[in-house]
């Protein structure tokens, strides 16, 4: 079974910049959820998606946004980057939320790497 | 609200000896943890998980913690360290409302481990 899929693994902006990074997650996983984690911050969670719809989101602006398609591949915006962006961004999957068998692992992508100049 | 807690930064160990990776949680309820290994520029690697039933789990590559719920602590250990085992854990919780069916994990700061020959 594959893993979960980020892409791109390394991308490199500038201040101002936008960019949108892909997560697919596993099959038969519907859920998708996005953490950034950076030296100082840890991992913080950002959002989650079930079903293309927000579940749950984190403490983060507005320049951060979401979406998740039907066959529930997420991807992740970020608008009008600052240098704090700069972090790891980890795409998780898992099964959906209310199900017996779901005891809440979450399965993470290999991240894709953010520098902003 | 849940949280966990990794006391320390940095745990060196020799190859060889047993090692010990510390984790303390605060829930409301029955808590579900887990431990997660991350390798330079990687994802996070799922380890074990502590739901219900024996205060000691076995997980992957030979790790094992130790649920222990009147010091509420969930501590990582292995019986024989390899030098491949060097990278970051992180314990996290679970944070979930059935209401609401989202999965979310909240992190602790992670410890490195590094295991020398």
């Known amino acids: 079974k594959a893993g979960v899929t980020q892409t791109p693994r390394y991308l490199i902006k500038t201040r101002g910049q936008q960019v949108t990074l892909s997560c697919s997650p596993i099959s038969g996983h519907r859920s998708v959820s996005w953490y950034q984690q950076t030296p100082g911050q840890g991992l913080q969670f950002l959002f989650e998606?079930?079903?293309?719809?927000?579940?749950n989101k984190g403490n983060f602006p507005g320049r951060f946004s979401g979406r998740q398609f039907s066959n529930s591949r997420s991807e992740m915006n970020v608008s009008t980057l600052e240098l704090g962006d700069s972090a790891l961004y980890l795409c998780?999957?898992?099964?959906?939320?209310?199900?017996?068998?779901?005891?809440?692992?979450?399965?993470f992508g290999e991240g894709s790497r953010l520098t902003v100049l | 609200a849940q949280s966990v807690a990794q006391p320390e930064d940095q745990v060196n160990v020799a190859e060889g000896n047993p090692l010990t990776v510390k984790c303390t949680y605060s829930?409301?309820?029955?808590?579900?943890l887990f431990w997660y290994v991350q390798y330079p520029n990687r994802g996070l690697q799922f380890l074990l998980k502590?739901?219900?039933?024996?205060?000691l789990v076995k997980g992957s590559y030979g790790f094992e913690a130790e649920f222990n719920k009147s010091q509420t602590s969930f501590h990582l250990k292995k019986p024989s360290a390899l030098v491949s085992d060097s990278a970051l854990y992180f314990c996290?919780?679970?944070?979930?409302?059935?209401?609401?069916?989202?999965?979310?994990?909240?992190f602790g700061a992670g410890t490195r481990l590094a295991v020398h020959p």
């Open positions: 996290a919780v679970r944070d979930y409302m059935f209401s609401g069916g989202y999965n979310k994990l909240i």
């Open positions: 998780a999957s898992s099964l959906a939320g209310g199900l017996a068998s779901n005891t809440g692992e979450l399965f």
């Open positions: 998606y079930f079903s293309e719809t927000q579940r």
């Open positions: 829930v409301s309820g029955n808590p579900y």
């Open positions: 502590y739901i219900t039933g024996d205060n």
